[in-house]
């Protein structure tokens, strides 16, 4: 989702935007298809030494203006074979997973990431780090309009874990908002990957005021109706940032810690620390809190939207033109 705002950015600025898809994400291939975008697919293993040779083939025809590389397992040398065939290359990284980077621009989107971490680059690399540069689709710019301020008779949830969430977090989370002794409406937003849809669906039907909402074509119009949602501190909380959206936390992977970490600290929204470890009943407790602190949500979303304004896929477009035309000299 990351690369496709990148690539609607690039379009608007007069460019054309191909990808180059591994197997494992050829489920995207509609949703860039319908974005007017071509897709391609790749035959090797993404990173390997014939995925390299499959990237310099396309590179022959296309003559590509610049080359984004997005996936941990393309490493050093993945990078610095590229980076000899095109100028200039962008690799996206989160937190310095990669380890080595031979690429010209390295972007890390995530709020608190440092030069730091990226001390394993050539010397000539470019960094772009922090929130200023997080990807966002159009559709959250645009939806930042329709997000009105914190109301104080506030009932409206969205939970989203984002990805497949095997252990099933929302399953769980619903359950608990649910007993919760209080009028709520509870929206599900999942992806095309979770597996419990249909056990998902019978909890839902039991309640006339929630609704689940599988892969929709416009996610800033769901997250809008929301007074406060229920999170995984993934990419998402970005975009709910950008829109105004309060957001109650919790982990689901390591990657996500230094994400919690800066919205509590930019106070954009609160943690409850690692899902697994804290039952569903707590995460409820505490949304029936935040629901009821107009005065705390409205601090969240002023905050959210003066650190995400969502320009930040613009900026790195324009950053890729600037060094195409030499201002990196």
Known sequence: M??????????????????????????????????????????????????????????????????????????????????????????????????????????????????????????????????????????????????????????????????????????????????????????????PAYGALEELGHEVRRHPSASVVVDPPNVAEVMATADLAVAAAGSTVWELACLGIPALVGLTSENQVPVATSLVAHGIGHSVGWFRDTPAEIVAAAVGALLDDTGARSKMREAGRDLVDGMGAARVVQRLLEWKAGKHL
């Open 2 to 191: 990351r690369c496709l705002a990148l690539a609607q950015a690039w379009k608007e600025a007069g460019g054309t935007a191909v990808f180059l898809l591994g197997g494992e994400a050829n489920p995207w291939a509609g949703q860039l298809s319908r974005e007017g975008i071509e897709t391609l697919a790749a035959e090797s293993s993404p990173g390997s030494t014939a995925d390299a040779r499959e990237m310099f083939s396309v590179a022959e025809v296309l003559r590509p203006a610049a080359v984004v590389i997005d996936g941990y397992g393309f490493t050093e040398p993945f990078q610095e074979a590229i980076s000899r065939q095109v100028a200039p290359v962008l690799v996206v990284d989160d937190g310095a997973r990669i380890g080595g980077y031979r690429a010209h621009l390295i972007l890390d989107q995530n709020d608190g990431a440092s030069l730091h971490l990226y001390r394993e680059r050539a010397p000539a690399a470019e960094l772009l780090v922090g929130a200023r540069y997080v990807l966002l689709r159009h559709e959250f710019l645009s939806g930042r309009n329709s997000v009105g301020p914190s109301r104080a008779q506030a009932r409206r949830v969205l939970v989203t874990m984002g990805g497949a969430d095997d252990p099933n977090i929302t399953l769980d989370v619903f359950r608990a908002l649910h007993a919760l002794d209080r009028p709520i409406d509870v929206t599900v937003l999942v992806g």
